[in-house]
Each structure stands twice: as structure tokens, then as C-alpha cells.
């Protein structure tokens, strides 16, 4: 005899607190045996309602045949359907507080209907077998302070697509076949994570999965939610860890999603002038109720728990930090102090990443923060927000704008360059050239490098080395590490064809043994989080646009010094100053053949002399290339 499911008192309350952490067991649709009878419980909360039904294949979609009774005074409506089943479609037939009858998908369902479909589907997410536990074990002792992280941010529906043989057809691989391909290409490339785009379900494909109506539902785009548990279990197995884009910022207002759920504002704030943003026209969550709450903090753990995601990178975090974010004066509320800070979101986050954290050791909470908001990874007991990491937006711009430059003008903005390790230190940081920089007429990052030819190649080749000597964790978005010439558009693949070409070969192995050199060597992530990480050897050769610095080991121990040129003159006597009286080991130069350069370099070993240089009393020369990099190890 099946347990009776039934929505109790205990829930109503932990539900009420906003710590039912797993809600989701309970709201949703749970395949069951209540008696004999085999069906699915369906649950759903809908304060405003005046009355709810289930609606299916299961009831050929009748409205009165299976109506929803309300269990308490919370606003949660249940009912077991017998004979529903596994695959059946369904939605809830909602009679709103102004009699509005709403035709919604379950905001708890774990799949959804193929779009343009938008029913919910019942499934069963429990049956699958893992074989990650070696990964899992090893987990529980990742720390972001002190372990190499490396991220390659993908989105699967356009990373590669089959041929298309109908109109009608979209070429996506679905999660199995991805995981295959994509774990062969991010372990030979040396990424340590994938980060995924638009997993949790969405209607529309050029949002590229930002505009959420299926928070507890992989996208059906790919495949069933086992074959998306395959696709994680996999890149488990090949040592490959996986983050999510996860979006708690706002929600679209598609008719059948969260907007308006009961005919009335339930998950999104009441004043439009706090539950809308007017420059995306999507619906804000209300940070201020325990229920909606709930949803967020839950939904995040269920990724973790149910899907053994190892991260999750929260989106557009500052739009949820500032009230007046996006609007201007007279269309946002002041907080009670009369300031711009919403004070439910800040309590949200901390909230938030201390249950997460606190739960699963060695997962990773990363915050896309577009400010200098004070804070974002520091302890929620010591007034920050509780992140594990932060992207640094700072950094990514001055880079790009440096970079950008034709190579005459850079000594002219040098500063651009050194400038963010003077605050490398203030937050735990990820360094990030993500999908947003490569979109919206931005050009490609190959497209961004100045000058014609080999010399954009060369130029990437020398602002992904400092990119990768900078304190700070990485991510590097698709189709970046061989110099995709177009922007990425989700609706094509990547022009993986460029492959053939001997120089974006070469550019591809040269990310390749950056990413080697990286995960090779501690002192390149060990010392992230110590401002005793990086010491400038010399950070004012603007006239040559030279820079050079290193990264200590925290043993001491295969320490690194780099040598970077910023433009298309040689320095046969370039002569850098070192810390020490020691040798020096030649263990990567840009020039090398197999990089597209023509100086291979017999000499490795490079011995310190007794001659003042950059301020030091020892130093040694170096013949550097235009747009030469070299790195020693001592």
C-alpha cells in the first residue's frame, strides 16, 4: 500500500518560515501509489486563487474533472490523479482572485513540453543510477582560495549542431551526445569546468535561457531530464566539474509561466515600480516573501542535489541589489532608510549562500556583479553577501579596452592594465571574457585584437597570457580559444571549419598550453586570494608597453616570472630585473613553431647576473619578440 502524499502542517510552516529546503519533493507532480492505485500527486501553491484544477492527457484537459483541494490556510492546493502517469502532459487550470481563468505550467514541474509548446510533463527524476561517486568524494575538498578553476562557458544548443536535413528541424545534439563530444574537447583543451547557458527551460531561444518558466525542469530543447543527469555524470567521470547559469533576477511574462500566477502578483513584487524591469520587460521576483524565497533557495539546492552541479553562477546579481537598477528618478521606491538598496535581496543572498554553502562543501557560488558593491564574497556573519566568487567586470573592461588599442596608442593607457591589481584582492575573483563580450556588434574576440592578419592573432595570443598570469580564477567563452571570426548567434554552430587553417590551429595550442601551464603549476591559483600572489617587476614600461611580474608559489617553489610585449617591436636586448640570484627556466615563448611564431628557442636556461635592472640588484637579458611572451619558471 502506497503512503497517502499530502501537503502537512510541517510543510505549511517550513513553507511559511522559507526553509521547506525541499519544497520541491512535495510541490510539483510526484508519480505515486496512494491504495492500490497508481497516479501522480500534484501540488501547487496559488494564495490568490479562488479555485485550481489539474488539467492533462490524463483527463482529456476537462477542467472540472480534477479539481484541487486547498490544504491550509497557505495557499497550497493537492489533489492525486489515479491513472495520471509518467510523459502525460499538464497544466493547472487556475480561476484567479478577479475570476481570471489561467492556463499555467507547473512552476515546480521537472519537464516540460518541447516548444513552442508549454505544458508541464510528469516525470520521474529519482530513476537514475550515478557513477560519479569517486568525483563526489573528491569534491567535499575543492576550495575556490587555493584550487585552479579554469571555466570554458558553453551553450549547448549552439556549440555544435548536426546537419540540417528539414526546415523543421534544429540540429541540436541532445545531452548525450554533447556530453561525449564535449568532454573529449574540454579535456584536451585542459579546462578544469564547463559552465552551462540556458539549461533551466525557457520559451524563447534568443534569450538564450535568461527568461526562465521552468525553474525545476531541464530544457527538453535536449532531451529528458536522465539524459541531462547522463550529460553531468559523464563530465564527472572525465574529471570535468559543471556550473550553472542560474537566473533568481527576473522571469519573463510569458502567459503560462510565474507572471501573475494567480491573477495576481504572487512570485513577483506588486508595485510595478519594484516588479518590473523596464529595460527587459520581464517581472521581478519578490525577495520579501518567505514563499518565493523559498522557491529560489530550494531550486538552487535541487540543481546541487538532484543533478550533482558543482556550481552555480548567479545572473545580473546587481539588479537585484539596486532599486533604483535600470530606472530612473520617480520610477523606483527608496528602502526605509530612503536609500537604493534592497535590503530583502541582500538578506535573500545571504540566506541563500549560507544554506548552499553550508550543505555542500566544495560547491561554488559565483556572482555576476557589475559594481563595486562592497563585499559580494565575504562572510554574510561580517555584513558581505557570501559568494564564493565574484566575476570581475572591473578587469574584463580595462582589458578590452586596452587590448582594443591600436599597439602606437597603448602607451598611452597603460594603466589600463595594472590598475586591477590594486584591487585583485578585495573580492575572490573570477577573470571573465564571456559570451556577452562576443555579441551585440562587440566582434569576436579575435576581431577585437587591432591591426590585419597574423597580428590579430599574435595580439590574443599576448592578452590571453596575461589573462592567465593575472590573480584571479578564469572563463573563456566558446569558440574564443581557436579565434571564432563572427559573433556568436545561438541559432549556428561554432565555425569549427577555421580549424583547418594553420593559424587558428596555432592559437588553439597555444590556450592549450596556457591551460597546461596553469593547472601545472600552484603558483599561477594557489595565491589568489594573497596580495603576496604577484609582485610587479616592472608596471610602468609604457613607452615600450612591456610588462613584467611574478607569481609566487605558496611553497616558494617553481615560482613565475612573466615577460609580456605589447607591440610590434622586438627588444633584442631586453633586459628584466629578478628577485633573485638563481637560474631562470624558459617554459613558454609565444614564438615557438608549433604557436605560429619562428623563433624556437635552443636556450632555455637563462642565469642571473649581478647588474641593477627595474629596481633589483639582479637582472638577465632576453632577446623578446614583437608581441613576444615568454615565461620563466625559477
Not at 513577483?268 to 529560489?296: I, M, Q, S
Not at 541563500?352 to 555576476?368: C, D, F, P, T, W
Not at 624556437?600 to 649581478?610: G, L, M, R, S
Amino acid at each position: 500500500m502506497g503512503e497517502k502524499m499530502h501537503f502537512s502542517e510541517l510543510d505549511q510552516y517550513l513553507f511559511g518560515q522559507g526553509t521547506h529546503y525541499d519544497i520541491y519533493k512535495k510541490l510539483g507532480a510526484h508519480p505515486t501509489t496512494q491504495g492500490r492505485k497508481k497516479g501522480v500527486y500534484f501540488a501547487v501553491w496559488a494564495p490568490n486563487a479562488q479555485s485550481v484544477s489539474v488539467v492533462g492527457d490524463f483527463n482529456s484537459w476537462d477542467t472540472e474533472a480534477n479539481p484541487m483541494v486547498k490544504a491550509g490556510p497557505i495557499g497550497v492546493f493537492e489533489v492525486f490523479v489515479p491513472g495520471a502517469k509518467i510523459g502525460d502532459l499538464y497544466k493547472f487550470f487556475i480561476v484567479g482572485m478577479h475570476g481570471e481563468e489561467l492556463y499555467k505550467a507547473d512552476p515546480y514541474g521537472n519537464e516540460a513540453e518541447l516548444r513552442p509548446g508549454t505544458a508541464s510533463k510528469v516525470a520521474d527524476i529519482g530513476d537514475y543510477k550515478w557513477k560519479d561517486s569517486t568525483w563526489m568524494k573528491k569534491r567535499v575538498e575543492f576550495d575556490e582560495n587555493t584550487d585552479a578553476m579554469s571555466i570554458y562557458e558553453v551553450h549547448p544548443g549552439s556549440w555544435r549542431k548536426h546537419a540540417v536535413e528539414n526546415e523543421d528541424e534544429n540540429g541540436f545534439y541532445n545531452y548525450r551526445e554533447f556530453a561525449h563530444e564535449l568532454a573529449k574537447y574540454v579535456k584536451d583543451m585542459g579546462y578544469t569546468h564547463v559552465e552551462l547557458m540556458g539549461i533551466a527551460e525557457h520559451p524563447f531561444d534568443g534569450s538564450w535561457g535568461y527568461q526562465v518558466t521552468g525553474y525545476y525542469a531541464p530544457t527538453s530543447r535536449y532531451g529528458t531530464p536522465k539524459e541531462f543527469k547522463y550529460l553531468v555524470d559523464y563530465l564527472h567521470k572525465n574529471k570535468i566539474g559543471v556550473i550553472l547559469d542560474w537566473v533568481p533576477a527576473h522571469f519573463p511574462k510569458d502567459a503560462h509561466g510565474l507572471a501573475d500566477f494567480d491573477g495576481a502578483p504572487t512570485y513577483e513584487y506588486a508595485d510595478p515600480r519594484k516588479g518590473e524591469h523596464p529595460d527587459w520587460g520581464t517581472k521581478v521576483f519578490d525577495y520579501g516573501k518567505n514563499e518565493v524565497k523559498n522557491f529560489l533557495i530550494a531550486n538552487a539546492l535541487f540543481w546541487i542535489e538532484e543533478f550533482h552541479i558543482d556550481g552555480l553562477r548567479v545572473d545580473a546579481v546587481a539588479s537585484m541589489l539596486y532599486l533604483d537598477y535600470g530606472r530612473r528618478d520617480g520610477e523606483w521606491v527608496p528602502n526605509q532608510y530612503g536609500e537604493n538598496k534592497n535590503l530583502e535581496a541582500i538578506e535573500f543572498f545571504r540566506h541563500l549562500n549560507s544554506v548552499v554553502l553550508g550543505k555542500h562543501k566544495g560547491v561554488v557560488m559565483i556572482a555576476e556583479e557589475s559594481t563595486a558593491w562592497p563585499m559580494v564574497t565575504g562572510k554574510p556573519e561580517d555584513g558581505g553577501l557570501g559568494f564564493s566568487l565574484k566575476w570581475n567586470m572591473g578587469w574584463m573592461h580595462d582589458f578590452l579596452e586596452y587590448m582594443k588599442l591600436d599597439p602606437y596608442f597603448r602607451k598611452y593607457n597603460h594603466h589600463k592594465m595594472t590598475f586591477s591589481t590594486s584591487y585583485a584582492y578585495s573580492e575572490r575573483y573570477v577573470l571573465v571574457l564571456s559570451h556577452d563580450e562576443v555579441v551585440h556588434l562587440k566582434c569576436s574576440m579575435i576581431n577585437k585584437m587591432p591591426g590585419l592578419g597574423q597580428d590579430k592573432f599574435e595580439n590574443l595570443k599576448a592578452g590571453y597570457s596575461y589573462m592567465i598570469g593575472h590573480p584571479g580564477k578564469k572563463l573563456l567563452f566558446m569558440g574564443q580559444d581557436f579565434g571564432q571570426y563572427q559573433e556568436w548567434s545561438e541559432e549556428r554552430e561554432l565555425d569549427w571549419y577555421l580549424l583547418r587553417e594553420e593559424n587558428h590551429q596555432q592559437l588553439q595550442n597555444y590556450v592549450k598550453e596556457l591551460l597546461k601551464m596553469y593547472k601545472k603549476y600552484p603558483a599561477l591559483y594557489a595565491n589568489d586570494s594573497n596580495y603576496q600572489g604577484l609582485e610587479w617587476i616592472n608596471a610602468d614600461d609604457a613607452t615600450r608597453s612591456i610588462y613584467s611580474f611574478v607569481r609566487w608559489s605558496p611553497t616558494g617553489r617553481n615560482n613565475l616570472l612573466f615577460v609580456i610585449n605589447y607591440t610590434p617591436v622586438a627588444r633584442e636586448d631586453y633586459r628584466v630585473g629578478v628577485p633573485k640570484l638563481k637560474q631562470y627556466k624558459l617554459i613558454l615563448n609565444s614564438k615557438e613553431p608549433e604557436f605560429g611564431g619562428d623563433v624556437h628557442k635552443e636556450v632555455v636556461d637563462y642565469k642571473a647576473v649581478k647588474k641593477e635592472c627595474d629596481g633589483r640588484p639582479y637582472s638577465f637579458a632576453y632577446s623578446l619578440p614583437a608581441y613576444g611572451v615568454a615565461v620563466f619558471r625559477f
